[in-house]
């Protein structure tokens, strides 16, 4: 399977620790985006890659949260000192990243993490 | 602030009935509005998009109306089937300079009973 993937699936820890998530985007994207989705809510944006460069971060981001993407390939995303209001589905999408409008986003299964 | 927004949160429909899935948005700067379908257990998987430009786009059993001057947008599925039973998420791209940047609705959970 040459899709997105995300690891690990499920997270669980307790308040104040550190958690890295991992994303494996589709081997010839150049975009990478990370969502976060809560209970009953759609996916919201957090930040984008454009090949190794971070190009937009949401205010979303608080200053805990930050994400890589060394050389291009994969994107690390790491939430430091968590909260429990941390705990949702964070998303990793890629896209071709050619700058064309309605680029479709394929999106990876999401790590799930519970923060206690 | 919700931007883009599915007030139905649910909607169950006849097998071979249509099913019409209903989107209103807020920022006249989106120009390109998509559709995705969420399994449980699984990320949202990319189901058909519309450019500003157009009011209809359509594909196979879905189609996608865009009514600008109302800021509304809905998807059509036709006939319903059991495996489109899922969450449907409507998205917009365009309000900031960032390219591919998706706002996402709250989503509305399809049931298609048999």
């Known amino acids: 399977d040459t899709g997105v993937s995300q690891d690990p699936r499920h997270k669980i820890t307790k308040r104040g620790q550190n958690v890295t998530f991992r994303c494996d985007p589709i081997s010839e994207h150049n975009r990478l985006y990370w969502y976060r989705q809560t209970l009953g809510q759609g996916p919201e944006f957090l930040t984008y890659?454009?090949?190794?460069?971070?190009?937009?971060k949401s205010r979303l981001l608080s200053d805990r949260f930050s994400a890589e993407r060394p050389k291009g390939s994969f994107s690390t995303l790491e939430i430091q000192r968590t909260e429990q209001g941390d705990s949702a589905m964070y998303l990793c999408a890629s896209s071709l990243g050619q700058g064309v409008r309605g680029e479709t986003q394929y999106f990876g299964p999401g790590t799930r993490l519970l923060v206690l | 602030d919700q931007q883009v927004k599915q007030n139905s949160p649910s909607l169950s429909v006849q097998e071979g009935r249509i099913s019409i899935l209903n989107c209103d948005y807020t920022n006249s700067m989106f120009d390109y509005f998509l559709w995705y379908k969420k399994y449980p257990a699984e990320g949202p998987t990319f189901l058909i998009s519309?450019?500003?430009?157009?009011d209809k786009n359509e594909d196979g059993r879905f189609t996608v109306f865009l009514n600008k001057s109302a800021k509304h947008l809905s998807l059509h599925i036709v006939p319903s089937q059991p495996g489109d039973s899922a969450v449907y998420f409507c998205a917009a791209e365009g309000d900031t300079g960032t390219a591919s940047k998706l706002t996402f609705g709250t989503g509305t959970r399809l049931q298609v009973t048999l």
């Open positions: 519309i450019s500003s430009i157009k």
């Open positions: 890659f454009q090949n190794e460069a971070q190009l937009e």
